[in-house]
Every structure is written in C-alpha cells, then in structure tokens.
T-cell receptor, first 115, second 114 residues
Framework: DAMVIQNPRYQVTQFGKPVTLSCSQTLNHNVMYWYQQKSSQAPKLLFHYYDKDFNNEADTPDNFQSRRPNTSFCFLDIRSPGLGDAAMYLC??????????????FGAGTRLSVL | AQTVTQSQPEMSVQEAETVTLSCTYDTSESDYYLFWYKQPPSRQMILVIRQEAYKQQNATENRFSVNFQKAAKSFSLKISDSQLGDAAMYFCAYRWSNTGKLIFGQGTTLQVKP
C-alpha cells in the first residue's frame, strides 16, 4: 500500500501559470520534505515542515512556496513556473526518534513539464 | 559544507555477479548517518541500507552490504548475486546527526545484464 502519495504523477503547465503539487501520507509522520530532482541529477531539498514549522533552504527561489494544512497533507506551489522549473518533484516524510537515524519515505514523485 | 560524491555515473553488472558502487563524502562532523537509496525508473525512491557513523561494523541487508571506511570518508555499496530488479539509479546520502536533512550524491545508474 502506498504510504506517501503524490498527485498528479504528471503535470503539464504553461510558462507563468501557477501550479500546485500535492502530497499526502498515511504514516502519521511529523516531518515532510519537498525535493526537486532534475534529469539525471541528485534530489535537492527545497524546504521541509517539522510539524507546523516551515524550514526553507537558503537557495530555494521565492517562486516556490509550501503549505501544510494538517499532518497528512503538504502542497508545493510554484507561483510562476519557468522553463527551468521542469523537473521531478519528490515528497518525503520521516518521524525523528531520538538519536536513531530517521528514514525518509519517498513518494513516487510528480513530473512537471512547463510549456 | 558537507558534500557527497559518486564518481561512477554508470555501472553495469552481469546477472548473478557482484558489483560495488562507490561513494565518498566530506564532513567535519563525527556523528552522522549514511544511506543508500535506490530509485527504479519511474518508481519511488526506497531505502536500501543505512549506516551509523559511530558503528564500526558494516551494515548488511540480505544481498546488500556496505564497506564503511570512516577515516577515508568512504561508503561503498556491494550488491551480491545481482538480479534484474536491481537495475536502478542508486544514490548515496549523508544526514546530519541533529537534523533530518539529506545530502545526496549525483547518483549511479546500474544496469543489470541478463
């Protein structure tokens, strides 16, 4: 059973047209992450939520925003997509447990195309 | 800043043979965690194996094992008895001890030949 679900799997948008990607989880994890992965590259962390606390990476463009209305859902909003924003967007979740290495569980990703 | 380097963009192995994927990292911390993740084509990334830096013993998960050399900052993945389903992109990742942030290497695409 899928535990981290990303919808849609494929998203096509127009240059400059706002787009929202969604992620939901059934794991009840308190941390949710958004990564951007361009073709044949490593995933790059954009931001993460620790419960309701939003943590933005220093080099994440202002064009990218996120919302987490509750524990289960997290959204990635791209306000004005450019051609360079075409990528796979990965959502991941984790639950820190003291000093144990908390594993991140990934969704299958949403592949965004910008026309 | 912490960095993770995978110097092999592509590797291939014959089915049932053994292959080793390389990973090196740079950090000034003494307490951290290392992971290998597998990303099959068009499928989600899954954890293959993990290693705590304070443990000297190399982690093993069935056909997957690591060679963790802390002094050399090396963390290679050995896949024994390779199967067609092992074909994927493999990412080495480093995690700070006190945060959940992962730093990924560039990835190695593994091809398994029948």
């Amino acid at each position: 059973d899928a535990m981290v679900i990303q919808n849609p799997r494929y998203q096509v948008t127009q240059f400059g047209k706002p787009v929202t990607l969604s992620c939901s989880q059934t794991l009840n994890h308190n941390v949710m992450y958004w990564y951007q992965q361009k073709s044949s590259q490593a995933p790059k962390l954009l931001f993460h939520y620790y419960d309701k606390d939003f943590n933005n990476e220093a080099d994440t463009p202002d064009n990218f925003q996120s919302r987490r209305p509750n524990t289960s859902f997290c959204f990635l909003d791209i306000r004005s997509p450019g051609l360079g924003d075409a990528a796979m967007y990965l959502c991941a979740t984790s639950r820190p447990q003291g000093n144990r290495p908390n594993i991140q569980y990934f969704g299958a990703g949403t592949r965004l195309s910008v026309l | 800043a912490q960095t993770v380097t995978q110097s092999q963009p592509e590797m291939s192995v014959q089915e049932a043979e053994t292959v080793t994927l390389s990973c090196t990292y740079d950090t000034s911390e003494s307490d951290y965690y290392l992971f290998w993740y597998k990303q099959p084509p068009s499928r989600q990334m899954i954890l293959v194996i993990r290693q705590e830096a304070y443990k000297q013993q190399n982690a093993t998960e069935n056909r997957f094992s690591v060679n963790f050399q802390k002094a050399a900052k090396s963390f290679s993945l050995k896949i024994s008895d390779s199967q067609l389903g092992d074909a994927a992109m493999y990412f080495c990742a480093y995690r700070w001890s006190n945060t959940g942030k992962l730093i990924f290497g560039q990835g190695t695409t593994l091809q398994v030949k029948p």
